[in-house]
T-cell receptor, first 113, second 110 residues
Framework: ETGVTQTPRHLVMGMTNKKSLKCEQH?????MYWYKQSAKKPLELMFV???????ENNSVPSRFSPECPNSSHLFLHLHTLQPEDSALYLC????????????FGEGSWLTVV | GEDVEQSLFLSVREGDSSVINCTYT??????LYWYKQEPGAGLQLLTY?????DMKQDQRLTVLLNKKDKHLSLRIADTQTGDSAIYFC??????????FGQGTELSVKP
């Protein structure tokens, strides 16, 4: 139990589908993150939310759409993805958006076919 | 620029010590971290060290920091097969960004 829970753990979707990844943190943190982990690449920071406001968006294609309805929940809405988007998507949280230890969830394995 | 580098693979025998090395470029880093990722799982925070420290020990783990050379290492004593995983070094710089290395895959052979 990491305190950061992601669902689903595995997702297979077609390029025309719309799906969502969900993340919930039980740590009372104010900041939440989406990272992408592809094989043989460093972790890529995708989005940062602080108190439900997006504070960073690292040139992520619009086919990825984040949503943070409250400080405990974070979604990543997916539509018209490409096979190269197949990766492990990691959600994380920290007490604040800067200068704090980040705690990760178990990740959602996404395969785009 | 911001860069964190690690060797990609390390293989040790069970019972030996493992030393995983990391170099970073941002001399203003405040915190440096080690995360562990087991197969099919997310990143688990193992330990971290503040930049004004040069050593931190936590049970079988010893972190050494050489600020002059911008070198961080993680030593695992009495390495077990359950320690087989990918270990990520990360630096938290003053810009507020957490920069990860590519990870070192530790293989522990019985």
């Amino acid at each position: 139990e990491t305190g950061v829970t992601q669902t689903p753990r595995h997702l297979v979707m077609g390029m025309t589908n719309k799906k969502s990844l969900k993340c919930e943190q039980h740590l009372g943190h104010n900041a939440m993150y989406w990272y992408k982990q592809s094989a043989k690449k460093p972790l890529e920071l995708m989005f940062v939310y602080s108190l439900e406001e997006r504070v960073e968006n690292n040139s992520v294609p619009s086919r990825f759409s984040p949503e943070c309805p409250n400080s405990s929940h974070l979604f990543l809405h997916l539509h018209t993805l490409q096979p190269e988007d197949s990766a492990l998507y990691l959600c994380a949280s920290s007490p604040r958006a800067s200068g704090n230890t980040i705690y990760f969830g178990e990740g959602s394995w996404l395969t785009v076919v | 620029g911001e860069d964190v580098e690690q060797s990609l693979f390390l293989s040790v025998r069970e019972g030996d010590s493992s030393v995983i090395n990391c170099t970073y470029t941002d001399s203003s880093s405040t915190y440096l971290y080690w995360y562990k990722q087991e197969p099919g799982a997310g990143l688990q925070l193992l330990t971290y060290i503040f930049s004004n420290m040069d050593m931190k020990q936590d049970q079988r783990l010893t972190v050494l920091l050489n600020k002059k050379d911008k070198h961080l290492s993680l030593r695992i004593a009495d390495t077990q097969t359950g320690d087989s995983a990918i270990y990520f070094c990360a630096e938290y710089n003053q810009g507020g960004k957490l920069i990860f290395g590519q990870g070192t895959e530790l293989s522990v052979k019985p």
